[in-house]
Nanobody, 119 residues
Framework: QVQLVESGGGLVQAGGSLRLSCAAS????????MGWFRQAPGKDREFVTL????????YYADSVKGRFTISRDNAKNTVNLQMNSLKPEDTAVYYC????????????WGQGTQVTVSS
């Protein structure tokens, strides 16, 4: 059974940095896409970034481009999200998710980790 476990959230001042990690287990993820999403209070969940497990292709939402960096550690089955120059509007619960090859939707989700950026 696929499990995704996020860690690394917390409270940081505006302009600061945080590093989130997502530990994936339960199968091999060749060909899968790993994504990060976030949901702020009272708002819909939104896409943040993704990386393909096999070749490391990345894609970012405009709101985080140039500030956030997604990476993967194949040996540890971990996907990381380095968040720099954080803004109060980055405050949200951050979720990692995985999408099988050829699928249009993300099938498995983590429990989320809270990121709070104070002004």
């Amino acid at each position: 059974q696929v499990q995704l476990v996020e860690s690394g959230g917390g409270l940081v001042q505006a302009g600061g940095s945080l590093r989130l990690s997502c530990a994936a287990s339960g199968r091999t993820f060749d060909g899968y896409t790993m994504g990060w999403f976030r949901q702020a209070p009272g708002k819909d969940r939104e896409f943040v970034t993704l990386i393909t497990w096999s070749d490391g292709y990345t894609y970012y939402a405009d709101s985080v481009k140039g500030r956030f960096t997604i990476s993967r550690d194949n040996a540890k089955n971990t996907v990381n999200l380095q968040m720099n120059s954080l803004k109060p509007e980055d405050t949200a619960v951050y979720y990692c998710a995985t999408r099988p090859p050829g699928a249009k939707t993300y099938s498995y989700w983590g429990q989320g980790t809270q990121v709070t950026v104070s002004s």
